[in-house]
């Protein structure tokens, strides 16, 4: 049986798992957490930062075990057998490909609003080309591709994040709790997505070098760095912002640019954003055929 060629290393596997993980959601969720809960929000990001953690020493543990391509299909055949790992692998299959379309026309359109088929299919058309030719020249290749869109956002959150903590609003922060508990566990449920993605970074897994033992450790340590990232993210952008503003911004990125680096940060932005959720789908692109195989 053919084995694919282990070329990644333990930094590269990091930043994708990093890219895999964090994904868009940190570019938009930020908003529904502030306007269903305010600044208690920051709470609801705890909480689901803890509990992500959690989760990926779950996804770490069975990574050791089972350092293979298909990720949650080797997971489930082993626990379920193959019936309910076929279902799972292929739901999984189905649902990154509509993921795929949805976050290249979202892409093309946050670029060009004006509805215009034409032009906005062809470019996304491109795309997703250019993605398939990369992929098909080897993980060598691709890896270049996944460690550049892996850098993009995590400059784009702390080049917004710092210009945030440099002075201290505290009449944004007050009230801090607008309403009962139970919007604090809503705006959890709403956030979550933020940390999604361990499912497609475990596809890497048989071509890290020492998957068994370097696979688990980017997982955690990924999600770690994300759970820090996103909370000193959060508190900047409501200690900026006031949090009925920015909880409806339907675009809070580029609310916070305008605010700290005015017109041409907006602009700047708007093309970091295109191209974080370009960046996603470039991640599924690539790890979605080893999980076919």
């Given at each position: 049986e053919p084995q694919l060629e282990k070329v990644l290393s333990y930094p590269v596997i990091l930043l994708i798992t990093i890219n895999s993980i964090m994904g868009t959601g940190i570019f938009f969720l930020p908003a529904v957490g502030a306007s269903l809960a305010g600044p208690a929000s920051l709470i609801a990001w705890a909480v689901m930062a803890i509990v992500a953690i959690y989760i990926s020493m779950i996804f770490a543990e069975l990574t050791s075990m089972f350092p293979e391509s298909g990720g949650i299909y080797e997971f489930c055949k082993q626990a379920y057998g193959y019936f309910w790992s076929f279902l799972i692998g292929w739901g999984t299959l189905i649902a990154g490909n509509i993921t795929i379309a949805m976050l290249v026309v979202g892409a093309i359109q946050y670029l060009v609003p004006v509805e215009a088929p034409f032009v906005t299919i062809p470019i996304a058309l491109f795309f997703l080309l250019m993605f398939n030719y990369i992929a098909y020249k080897g993980m060598k290749t691709s890896?270049?591709?996944?460690?550049?869109?892996?850098?993009?956002?995590?400059?784009?959150?702390?080049?917004l994040a710092i210009p945030g903590a440099l002075s201290f609003h505290p009449e944004n922060?007050?009230?801090?709790?607008?309403?009962?508990?139970?919007?604090?566990?809503?705006?959890?449920?709403?956030?979550?997505?933020?940390?999604?993605?361990?499912?497609?970074?475990?596809?890497?897994?048989?071509?890290?070098?020492?998957?068994?033992?370097?696979?688990?450790?980017?997982?955690?340590w990924g999600t770690v760095i994300i759970a820090v990232i996103v909370l000193f993210s959060?508190?900047?952008s409501l200690n900026a912002i006031n949090w009925e503003v920015f909880g409806g911004s339907s675009a809070p990125l580029t609310d916070l640019a305008a605010v700290h680096y005015g017109d041409t940060g907006v602009k700047i932005f708007t093309i970091i954003v295109y191209l974080a959720i370009i960046g996603s789908v470039a991640g599924w692109i690539v790890s979605a055929p080893r999980l076919i195989l």
């Open positions: 890896a270049v591709m996944l460690v550049a869109f892996a850098i993009i956002p995590f400059c784009a959150v702390i080049g922060f007050t009230p801090f709790f607008i309403g009962p508990m139970s919007l604090i566990i809503i705006a959890i449920f709403s956030i979550a997505e933020t940390f999604f993605g361990w499912e497609t970074a475990t596809f890497l897994a048989a071509e890290t070098k020492d998957g068994a033992r370097v696979m688990p450790k980017a997982l955690i959060v508190f900047t």
